[in-house]
């Protein structure tokens, strides 16, 4: 690798932050010599004078890397383009408002190559936020742990460490950023580790996000968990939903179609089929059983003839070349 360290950090209008970030990002590097690293700023489309502090930056000291979008993206795709750039062993991520701290780096990267851990997630115990954000955190930050499988205390959290093979075989993409351990989990790599870290109080602007971020960071929980599972075979989804919702409304059909002739053989009062709710409900579940097998069928074909792209990771390779 050209580098010990990349750290990564997406930029939205934080003109203020951002000179005291780099200069303590400076301080806590120059104490380690010996890591060689690169700062990689990405401007998701600011409307205040961060790109041209970014710029002047990065004439003036080598380390610091800039890459602007003609517009606002959104955080993931400025992870995703700073992992895409990024050249080093370990790839550290933080935000630009100074409410991550820059002294973890050091612990972080030594988590990464000393102990051997994929991806370490910094875990901001001690939240300096009001109460409107910190409960509906901890409840979100439960249901994904529930449904991921993964034991982390704080998905959302911005200072993260990643060892290079992780960040190179992932796409992050939409509003996925919260859940790259996911994301990194699905693609192969489990051993996920934490660090209590310090958050620090919002020192300059305010913050870009209100609480609508947590239905949309459950809905795509639900994406990601489903998209993770079925991409490659949707009719082992559908198939299976179509089978149970047509094989009810079967044996609904044939229960009440039974009951007739029942009632008929033994001169008991008759109700007409289409007289009975159950014979609408029978008839529902069918057609959506059948509209479901067919959804599976189209997705399966779409699937087949869609570009194929390698959907594994490669963790070492010997004797290549």
């Keep these: 690798m050209k580098y010990n360290l990349s750290i990564v950090v997406p930029v939205f209008n ?24 690169e700062v990689i700023m990405i401007d998701d489309g600011s409307s205040d004078n961060s790109w ?38 370990v790839v550290v991520t933080m935000d630009a408002d100074m409410q991550d701290s820059p002294d973890e780096i050091p612990a972080l990267y030594d988590m990464v190559v000393k102990e051997g851990y994929d991806i370490v997630s910094g875990w901001k115990k001690k939240r ?25 205390h704080d998905f959302n959290c911005g200072l993260k460490a990643y060892r290079h093979k992780v960040v190179k075989n992932i796409e992050v993409y939409g509003e996925m950023h919260r859940y790259i351990p996911v994301i990194a989990k699905w693609n192969g790599f489990r051993k996920i580790g934490e660090k209590v870290v310090e958050h620090r109080a919002r020192k300059y602007g305010e913050t870009k996000y209100g609480l609508e971020r947590f239905l949309y960071g459950f809905l795509d929980l639900l994406s990601i968990t489903f998209v993770s599972k079925f991409k490659k075979s949707p ?16 044996f609904v059909t044939v229960y009440i179609i039974g009951k007739k002739f029942y009632e008929i053989h033994y001169s008991l009062p008759v109700r007409e089929i289409t007289d009975q709710p159950l014979f609408f409900l029978a008839l529902v579940a069918l057609i959506v059983g059948v509209q479901l097998f067919l959804a599976g069928f189209i997705g399966e074909m779409l699937t087949m003839n869609s570009p194929r792209k390698l959907d594994y990771s490669i963790d070492e390779e010997t004797g290549i070349g």
Excluded: C
């Design 128 to 152: 300096h936020d009001p109460i409107s954000k910190t409960i509906p955190s901890k409840f979100f930050n439960y249901v994904t742990r529930k449904i991921s499988g993964i034991k982390l």
């Design 14 to 37: 934080e003109e203020e932050s951002i000179p005291e970030l780099i200069a303590w990002i400076e301080r806590v590097m120059a104490k380690h010599p010996m890591l060689s690293y």
């Design 235 to 250: 009719m082992h989804f559908f198939g299976a939903m179509g089978t149970l919702s047509f094989i009810f409304g079967f």
């Design 52 to 89: 041209e502090i970014i710029q002047n930056l990065a004439k003036n000291k080598l380390q610091i890397k800039g890459i602007k979008f003609a517009r606002n993206y959104g955080k993931s795709a400025a992870l995703h383009t700073g992992f895409r750039s990024s050249e080093g062993n």
